[in-house]
């Protein structure tokens, strides 16, 4: 049975120290098993400096709770800057065991991991509960938030992490900031499309020549990304770690024409939409409903991101 697990990690106490002050920089990669693979993988803040360490920070995953060899599982790391992060512990909660208990809090024991000489200590706090999937829209919100502020350190291992150069890590961050990013747009896009142009022609609010000022050739865009989003996500499944990404871009290039119109229309478009919100007040109306998977942004903050999203490319290419 799919449900969700509702995971706040609260606080750790007597922790290992890794630096020369005595002191640790932990944070907590946390993720369900067997379904280990890179975007079921949670991380938490770094708390620097500190052996009783606070987070109170809350995550969420699918589990199956008819499956009795699934668990969560936490790794605790100490984070260095200019080396590879040390190993902090590991500690693991059968999923079984948490089924119709309203809410646990629990202090488990940090562990070494099986065959290796890690010298670890102390104890991570937990508050655990399960209940069935939430797919109201503050739930998607809250989703989309944690989808946005995911860095490339939060899919890969520590331990893969550290045969990276600093360089090499600076350019898999900027590849998987294009990739996450891109993820976003489309999804932007959709809720262009889906919950404003669509609406507006299926109500005949705008004449055919207004939605095409509107909305130009938006419809003609999405494809084109959604391809080359596919293709980034194919790659990145193959490896967290991508040997390379320019070829995906150049494949993708001549498609990207397609935003000429688009983006020569985008003065028309705000306009009309300030013009027609005066002229019309059926069309104010209906864009100044509340949307709840626009996370409060207006018609014109969807109708601007292709233009930004164009302008992005150049910026990360050269950066990378």
């Known amino acids: 049975m799919r449900e969700t697990l509702t995971v706040r990690v609260v606080c750790g106490r007597d922790l290992a120290p ?8 932990p944070y907590c990669f946390l993720w369900v098993v067997p379904q280990n693979d890179s975007a079921s993988r949670m991380k938490t ?46 500690c693991s909660v059968p999923v079984y ?36 999937g939430d797919s109201n829209a503050e739930q998607s919100n809250l989703q989309f938030a944690k989808q946005r502020d995911r860095r490339f350190i939060d899919i890969v291992s520590p331990e893969v992490l ?4 600093p360089k090499e890590r600076k350019r898999q961050e ?12 489309v999804k932007d896009v959709q809720i262009l499309i889906n919950s404003f142009l669509v609406p507006i022609r299926q109500r005949n609010l705008l004449k055919q020549n207004e939605i095409e000022s509107l909305f ?42 397609l935003y000429t119109k688009y983006c020569s229309n985008q003065t028309l478009a705000t306009d009309f939409v300030d013009e027609y919100r005066i002229a019309d007040p059926n069309f104010a109306v209906f864009i100044d409903e509340p949307r709840e998977e626009c996370r409060k942004l207006p018609l014109q903050g969807f109708l601007v991101k292709p233009l930004q999203r164009l302008c992005k490319y150049p910026l990360l290419l050269r950066v990378s």
């Open 45 to 90: 803040k770094t708390v620097f400096k500190s052996l009783n360490p606070v987070w109170n920070e809350t995550f969420e995953f699918e589990v199956d709770t008819s499956d009795p060899g699934q668990e969560l599982r936490l790794e605790m790391w100490d984070y260095d800057r200019f080396a590879s992060d040390d190993f902090m512990g590991i």
């Open 216 to 257: 130009a050739n938006v419809e003609s865009i999405l494809p084109v990304n959604q391809a080359m989003l596919d293709d980034f996500l194919a790659r990145q499944k193959e490896n967290p770690v991508i040997e390379k990404i320019g070829d995906i871009l150049v494949k993708h290039a001549p498609n990207l024409e």
């Open 162 to 165: 550290g045969k990276l150069t």
């Open 18 to 25: 890794k630096d020369s002050n005595g002191l640790s920089d």
């Open 97 to 132: 065991t948490l089924v119709g208990k309203k809410e646990s809090t629990i202090w488990l024991e940090l562990l070494p991991r099986p065959g290796k000489k890690d010298t670890v200590s102390g104890q991570v706090c937990m508050t655990l509960s399960i209940s069935e």
């Open 174 to 185: 900027i590849i998987f900031e294009m990739i996450n990013t891109e993820d976003q747009y």
